[in-house]
């Protein structure tokens, strides 16, 4: 293969680098923000719960000093009933009477409704706090490999920029300008389709290619372009490294067959870029 078509399998590799690293600060802080969510959610539970437990102690407070009114209410009117002098006053009296009894019977039969209120209260806080720290047990720890990933892309990015800056003066220009253009069009930054014996096809359109395509491609001289979706076509690499041995052994034979003197053969040419249907946006 020639020596293009094999850096420019390289080039796709870190520039899928850069976009998945690029992918995860944007992504990255939607999870944070998903997983600190889960645990304020549970925490909202307990407070809450807090709230309803301080709302019962409130009523049950007033209801205490209505009873306590009550009964203060309740010793005077049995009093008032050894100066009356009246059935009309005693009427009334005994009418304050009742309805203060009634008051702290009342008060009391919901003094044991809030102690039963306020146990079921406390045991609901008691789970919804465990269910809090269970959540937090789970979710901090990813989320401060999140935060610490997020604090680290921009770097990450920098040192794969500078590998990439590194290989590009290794490719032909016409073939890198090829690359860019359609590495620019997609959205998830895939621009080369590995194509292989077995299948046959475009792996990125899934488009089966003609026999004397793929064994151009097999050829491993030029890029190939995709009539389907305009992707690069290059030979699978693992495909190629399993022939290697094969291919090696048979440039042997060559040169032993081939006179001592003479010029050499001409190498294909990989700088040239063969013309391609313009690839469609992904």
């Excluded at 209410?73 to 059935?87: A, G, H």
């Excluded at 003094?111 to 269910?131: C, I, N, R, V």
């Excluded at 992707?231 to 490294?241: D, G, H, N, Q, R």
């Amino acid at each position: 293969m020639h020596k293009d078509l094999v850096n420019l399998v390289k080039l796709q590799q870190i520039d899928l680098r850069i976009h998945e690293l690029k992918q995860s600060k944007k992504e990255f802080p939607v999870e944070v923000e998903r997983l600190t969510a889960e645990i304020n959610q549970a925490k909202g539970s307990v407070e809450a719960i807090d709230k309803k437990l301080e709302e019962t102690a409130a009523e049950q407070k007033n209801i205490e000093e209505r009873i306590a009114n009550a009964k203060h209410s309740l010793e005077r009117s049995q009093e008032r009933l050894n100066s009356i002098t009246t059935n009309r006053e005693y009427d009334a009296v005994h009418t304050e009477i009742e309805s203060q009894r009634q008051l702290v019977a009342t008060g009391g039969n919901r003094l044991k409704g809030f102690s039963e209120d306020t146990e079921q209260l406390t045991a609901q806080k008691e789970e919804a706090q465990k269910e809090v720290e269970r959540i937090q047990a789970e979710n901090q720890p990813r989320i401060d490999e999140l935060n610490a990933r997020i604090a680290s892309v921009d770097s990450d990015i920098a040192d794969v920029v500078k590998e990439r800056d590194a290989l590009t003066p290794e490719i032909g220009r016409p073939t890198l300008r090829l690359y860019e253009r359609v590495h620019r069009r997609r959205k998830n930054a895939l621009a080369i389709s590995l194509v292989s014996m077995g299948d046959g096809t475009c792996a990125i359109c899934h488009k089966i290619l003609e026999a004397q395509l793929v064994n151009e491609i097999h050829k491993g001289e030029k890029v190939q372009i995709c009539e389907s979706c305009g992707s690069l076509l290059i030979w699978k690499a693992t495909e190629i490294e399993q022939e290697a041995p094969a291919l090696a052994h048979e440039e042997e034979a060559l040169k032993e067959q081939a006179p001592e003197s003479g010029p050499a053969p001409e190498e294909p040419a990989g700088d040239e870029a063969p013309p391609e249907p313009e690839p469609p946006q992904e």
